[in-house]
């Protein structure tokens, strides 16, 4: 599931889904709206024989909190916080972006009972600390494989194209 906290991560996460359902055949539940949330995921659980684990993507921590709880709400059976910082500040320090992803885990994990992964990427320069820190702040666990989604700029058309290919059958 890739949740949208605002208009232009909506637009943004409806080329990723998508091309991710399309690469690997598997569904990819993209969605913005409050009903939806809670709809999607009771059909999910009603569907499915397994467990739901909703994946939550936003750009503020009020977005990822606010949607990791409604999701719950829903009846999702556990929540994956997908956590990528972009920083374009020059004066921001590794140590500030890791504490400002703690603070998230922290208000996650206040907002929500069930049980609560951390997706994390590749790029921290000290990974296993970053994982220990990031249990101790809530999480009940890391997700360590991360592949960034990241459509190309066509520089003839000036469009977005997919630029990953996740995976080829035959």
């Known amino acids: 599931m890739l949740c949208a906290s605002t208009v232009q991560e909506a637009h943004d996460l409806a080329l990723v889904a998508h091309g991710a359902t399309l690469e690997s055949r598997v569904p990819f539940l993209h969605f913005f709206d409050g009903f939806w949330i809670s709809h999607e995921v009771q059909t999910a659980k009603h569907r499915l024989r397994i467990p739901v684990i909703a994946s939550v993507n936003g750009a503020t921590t009020g977005g990822w909190v606010g949607y990791a709880r409604e999701l719950a709400?829903?009846?999702?059976?556990?929540?994956?916080?997908?956590?990528?910082?972009?920083?374009?500040?020059?004066?921001?320090?590794?140590?500030?972006?890791?504490?400002?992803?703690?603070?998230?885990?922290?208000?996650?994990?206040?907002?929500?009972?069930?049980?609560?992964?951390?997706?994390?990427?590749?790029?921290?320069?000290?990974?296993?600390?970053?994982?220990?820190?990031?249990?101790?702040?809530?999480?009940?666990?890391?997700?360590?494989?991360?592949?960034?989604?990241?459509?190309d700029i066509d520089l003839d058309t000036l469009h977005a194209v997919p630029g990953v290919v996740l995976e080829r059958l035959g």
């Open 73 to 151: 709400n829903a009846g999702a059976d556990a929540i994956e916080l997908n956590v990528y910082f972009v920083s374009a500040d020059p004066a921001d320090t590794a140590d500030e972006i890791e504490v400002r992803m703690l603070g998230l885990v922290e208000a996650a994990r206040q907002a929500v009972t069930i049980p609560l992964a951390v997706k994390v990427g590749p790029y921290y320069s000290a990974t296993a600390h970053t994982a220990a820190r990031t249990v101790e702040s809530g999480a009940d666990g890391i997700v360590c494989f991360n592949r960034f989604c990241q459509p």
